[in-house]
DNA sequence: TCGTTTCGTTAGGTAGACTAACTATCGTGA
DNA sequence: TCACGATAGTTAGTCTACCTAACGAAACGA
């Protein structure tokens, strides 16, 4: 058990490490996108909320929103009766922006899933939710 | 395609973001002990192809070998033959912080993945050479 | 109504990566 | 043989992306 967590991490560290250089258009980086990726499918949500869907503390997620609010593309608005919560919400630029990063992005990370044989990528697709289990975890 | 690597990206992005932060002794940081495992998996090599080997750029091994160095970890010497290349190799006394620093990171991780079945742990196993294939293409 | 909790932000620090530019060394072709 | 381009590594500087600690404002509860 121990022995597979020694084996996952450098695989996970490195792999990340090239995924994340992989930018493509510079002024907005991969935590925006993911940030943002989140509200489009989760929906408007609080600050706090958000920093916890992205597993960061909220004084990261308040750097993030603020780059991504000062450039239109999210919003921030003052929960109706909790006025401590700032509910955040993507805008039409944030979600055309996201569209436009994403398919551009994801061409490269594509590119290499092609060299992959199609047992090797069902592996990686089944794989993710489990990913994701780990991650939720606690 | 593009929609897998669109979900395979940010579930490795947070995976790595809880990974990194489970530091145990903050002494030595993730890639630091990355290093240092292939080192000791590979044995010496030079500090360009240490580099290579972990992703990185030259310049940021030179900072990674130069904390390591400072403590002891590794050790640093001029080639035989050629008076330019720096070959790195690991001491004792970072085999040993190695063994215990696995050991208390690995704890952590292990015990996330006790929280999975036996499947979803046989599903890691199985997709962390695709991971090592992934990064390491072109 | 006053103390406590919660939410978000501010301030400051560190890790970890990059590029550009430099030094030292090597190898080669005129 | 020696001058010049290529290679290996380092230095310097920058930037992203996290963190913790401390703070202010709002909400809540006894």
């Known amino acids: 058990m121990a022995e597979l967590a020694a084996q996952l991490r450098p695989s996970l ?3 990340t490490r090239i995924v ?3 930018r493509v258009d510079l002024s907005v980086t991969l935590t925006q996108i993911s940030a943002m990726g989140t509200l489009k499918k989760h929906g ?4 706090g909320e958000l920093a916890t869907c992205e ?3 909220p004084p990261s997620m308040t750097k993030v ?5 000062e450039r239109g ?5 003052t929960h109706p009766t909790d006025r401590r919560q700032v509910i955040v919400a993507i805008t ?4 055309a922006l996201l569209d436009s990063e994403r398919r551009s992005r994801d061409a490269w990370l594509s590119q290499r899933l092609t ?9 990686i697709r089944k794989v993710i939710p489990v990913l994701d289990k780990l991650a939720d975890q606690k």
């Open 13 to 15: 560290l490195r792999l």
């Open 20 to 22: 994340r250089n992989q």
């Open 44 to 47: 408007p949500m609080s600050a």
């Open 55 to 57: 597993r960061v503390q």
């Open 65 to 69: 929103l603020a780059s991504l609010e």
């Open 73 to 77: 593309l999210v919003r921030r608005e």
């Open 92 to 95: 039409d630029e944030g979600l």
């Open 115 to 123: 060299g992959l044989t199609a047992d090797e990528r069902a592996l």
